[in-house]
Structure formats: C-alpha cells, structure tokens
C-alpha cells in the first residue's frame, strides 16, 4: 500500500450529469476527507469519515453533492447534476485518530471538467 | 473560524539562495499544528514540515525551517540552499487540536531559477 489512490484522475463530462469519484486510502487509516481545490485557491474542506460515519457533512457544497463510506475502506464523492462551477480539483486525504501528528495524506486528486 | 493567510501569491529565487515564505493565521484556540504543504505540478500533496504551537522550538527539516511566532500568530518558511525541484505551490495550513480538518490559505507560488 503505497499511498491514497483517486480514481478517476481526470472526468470531463457535461453539464447535467452525474460523476462519482473513488478514493481509496491507507489501509491503515481510519479518517478520510474530502476537500475542492480551484484555480488559484488553496483546498478547501468538504465532509469526512471516521471509519463508516460522515462525521461532518455541513460544508458539502449543495444538495447535489453527497459522499459515502460504505465499509470503512474506499470512499465516493458523487456530484449530482453537474454544473460549471463544480469545475475543480477534487481531493482525498487520510489519517490515522486520534492524530499521531495531525498530518493529512493527499492523493493525487480527481480533475473535474464540466463543459 | 480560523482563517490563514498567504500575502504571497509568489515568490522567485536563485537556485542555492535562500527564500522565506510567509503565513499568518488567526485563531483562538491555545492548542494546533500548524503545517506548510508542497503541491508540484500536477502532483500530490506532501507534507514539508509541522510545527506544534506547545513546542516553542521551531521545527526544522533538512534544508526546511519555520520561524513560529505564537503570539504574533505567524508562521514562516524558510528554504535554504534552494534546489529547482523545490519548485511548487506552497500551501501554509492550521488544525486547532479539538478540531477535525485543516484550514489552508490560498498558496504561495515557488519559482526556482537556475
């Protein structure tokens, strides 16, 4: 296990449509966060999981925006009903509770495109 | 709410100088972390350095340092003997220890010229 993983890497699509992003984290860890990074800006933080339970999912952007957590294990982001403005860079982030160190581990993020 | 602030969008410096980056951040919680992430192109996230706001030492790594003023609130950077592959954004970020994710500012711009 080599680091967080995100799938896919790159999704462009039209507006109006569904995408799902997956992350799969160190296997180790038990938090997973979900944080949008646009141009020019730095991430900013959406939801998180510890183990199963979203532990805080008030700053999901919209309704359309929803995130699960199936296992504990992998995790997806999905954005319903695709707008322009969710153009952005979509980031998974992981770590070990209680905080050994409070670092978080990125993955390489999920590009998203809406034309 | 924490906020954290980058007033460089960026920086320029020769290849084997030395270049300081600047953060500041607002809070009211005695006990965080604060870190400074690398972004390269197109890449991941790294960790660069943490600094524990009980520690009054300021942390080093290698040829990374930080100049942590607590009651300034302020948390510099700095890179020494910088090296071209130093070159990304940088990203200053807080975590208040009771809190659950990490605030960061908008980044700072590295270019390392030969």
């Known amino acids: 296990d080599t680091g967080v993983s995100q799938n896919p890497r790159h999704k462009i699509t039209k507006r109006g449509q569904n995408v799902t992003f997956r992350c799969d984290p160190i296997?180790?860890?038990?938090?997973l966060y979900w944080y949008r990074q646009t141009l020019g800006q730095g991430p900013e933080f959406l939801t998180y999981f510890q183990n199963e339970a979203q532990l805080e999912k008030s700053r999901l952007l919209s309704d359309r925006f929803s995130a699960e957590r199936p296992k504990g294990s992998f995790s997806t982001l999905e954005i319903q009903r695709t707008e322009q403005g969710d153009s952005a860079m979509y980031l998974c982030?992981?770590?070990?509770?209680?905080?050994?160190?409070?670092?978080?581990?990125f993955g390489e993020g999920s590009r998203l495109t809406v034309l | 709410a924490q906020t954290v602030t980058q007033s460089q969008p960026e920086m320029s410096v020769q290849e084997a100088e030395t270049v300081t980056l600047s953060c500041t951040y607002d809070t009211s919680e005695s006990d965080y972390y604060l870190f400074w992430y690398k972004q390269p192109p197109s890449r991941q996230m790294i960790l660069v350095i943490r600094q524990e706001a009980y520690k009054q030492q300021n942390a080093t790594e290698n040829r990374f340092s930080v100049n942590f003023q607590k009651a300034a609130k302020s948390f510099s950077l700095k890179i020494s003997d910088s090296q071209l592959g130093d070159a990304a954004m940088y990203f200053c970020?807080?975590?208040?220890?009771?809190?659950?994710?990490?605030?960061f500012g908008k980044g700072t711009s590295l270019l390392v010229t030969p």
């Open positions: 982030a992981t770590s070990f509770f209680p905080p050994l160190t409070g670092e978080l581990f």
């Open positions: 296997s180790e860890h038990n938090r």
């Open positions: 970020a807080y975590r208040a220890n009771s809190g659950y994710a990490l605030n």
